[in-house]
């Protein structure tokens, strides 16, 4: 059940990384730092959000 919580809380973190990577992105100016970040954001998001729909997928239930 603990790593079910911890996907759960991966996956929500990887969607809120890629909404900021998103805001960014239609937000931003045409700076290197803007587009640094913008990558930064996408590539932890996509990272987390994809580790944590893994870690739910994988984990079985069992009774307690």
């Excluded at 911890?6 to 900021?20: F, N, S």
């Excluded at 290197?32 to 996408?42: D, H, Q």
Aim: proline fraction near 0%; glycine fraction near 12%; avoid cysteine.
């Amino acid at each position: 059940m603990e790593k079910r919580i911890l996907g759960i809380i991966l996956t929500l973190l990887g969607v809120v990384g890629l909404i900021l990577a998103g805001y960014y992105f239609m937000n931003a100016s045409s700076g290197t730092r803007n587009v640094k970040s913008i990558f930064l954001y996408a590539i932890l998001g996509l990272i987390f959000f994809v580790s944590g729909i893994g870690l739910i997928k994988n984990t079985s239930d069992k009774a307690t």
